[in-house]
């Protein structure tokens, strides 16, 4: 569990202990309510972010403005991906 805030991040075990999923109670007006959300799963939304770039850079995508933070130029034609 972890607080922030007026909101809370809850872990919770799927049906038959299978996966585990991050469960937010937020609260207060649209900006409170994203700055909670940023905060309680920032390191989900990295991790996320590294394996989605990682998987569109080996289809042929290539990061830009390296200066300016991450972000990538994905430079692809109609192509097929594949789990």
Known sequence: MGTFECGTRYR???A????????VQLSGDWPQMG??????LKDQMGEFYDLASARL???GATYAGRNQGRILNINYSKQTVNN
């Open 35 to 40: 700055r909670q959300y940023g905060y309680l």
């Open 16 to 23: 038959g202990g299978t996966g585990r999923f991050n469960v």
């Open 12 to 14: 919770t075990t799927g």
């Open 57 to 59: 850079m080996a289809g």
